[in-house]
């Protein structure tokens, strides 16, 4: 079965510092990977998505993240926070099945600081 | 491209009485769609997966009968919440298949908050 870890559901930064938000994934198959990003009370937007091209995936935002299939993991980088970026953010794995069937992970939520 | 747009935004109804969200992709035909629940704090849990001129298939956990889902159109979806409770709020948040528009995502509405008093 497929499934997603993010491994901290509460990061802090300091505006201008890097980010570094965590997940790592289970799959028997190779996997669809992307990055949501979820402002309060809104919907979703995607930041970035790897699909067995390349393993390093720029996104929007000056946010990327790297494929390591030995490490099963999709960290999401970006080299200098901003205050806007302060949000919850969500790793997802879609289903094998060839539908768009999400799986979630369980959030991270970011904080910037001033 | 490839817009989902979800309506209504936000809806406040009454306990026991029934409410319609719809979903509607805007410049592509989806034959399937997704709904998803996100209860406060917390992440997104698939509900059903709504196939156009099918039955839906209900994730585990999920009662058919209150969440009533029809896909009647390759761009329409509805999720009905019949004889709501206060238990029910949430957000409620759509997605479509993107294949149809040559793309290897699945697209978002912009989501629903419900709140039962």
């Known amino acids: 079965a497929q499934s997603v870890t993010q491994l901290d559901s509460h990061v802090s930064v300091s505006e201008g510092t890097p980010v570094l938000l965590r997940c790592n994934y289970s799959s028997s198959y190779s996997p669809s990977l992307f990055w949501y990003v979820q402002h309060p009370n809104k919907g979703l937007q995607l930041l970035l998505k790897y699909t067995s091209a390349a393993t390093l995936v720029k996104g929007i935002n000056g946010f990327e993240a790297e494929f390591k299939k030995s490490e099963t993991s999709f960290h999401l980088t970006k080299p200098s926070a901003h205050m806007s970026d302060a949000a919850e953010y969500f790793c997802?794995?879609?289903?094998?099945?060839?539908?768009?069937?999400?799986?979630f992970g369980t959030g991270t939520r970011l904080k910037v600081l001033a | 491209g490839a817009v989902v747009s979800q309506h209504p935004s936000w809806v406040i109804c009454k306990s026991g009485t029934s409410v319609k969200i719809e979903c509607r992709s805007l410049d592509f035909q989806a034959t399937t769609m997704f709904w998803y629940r996100q209860f406060p704090k917390q992440s997104l849990m698939l509900m059903a997966t709504s196939n156009e001129g099918s039955k839906a298939t209900y994730e585990q956990g999920v009662e058919k009968d209150k969440f009533l889902i029809n896909h009647a159109s390759l761009t329409l979806s509805t999720l009905t919440v019949t004889s709501a409770h206060p238990e029910d709020s949430s957000f409620y948040i759509c997605s479509a298949d993107g294949r149809a528009a040559v793309n290897t995502e699945a697209f978002f509405g912009q989501g629903t908050r419900l709140t039962v008093v």
């Open positions: 997802v794995v879609s289903d094998p099945s060839g539908t768009y069937k999400y799986i």
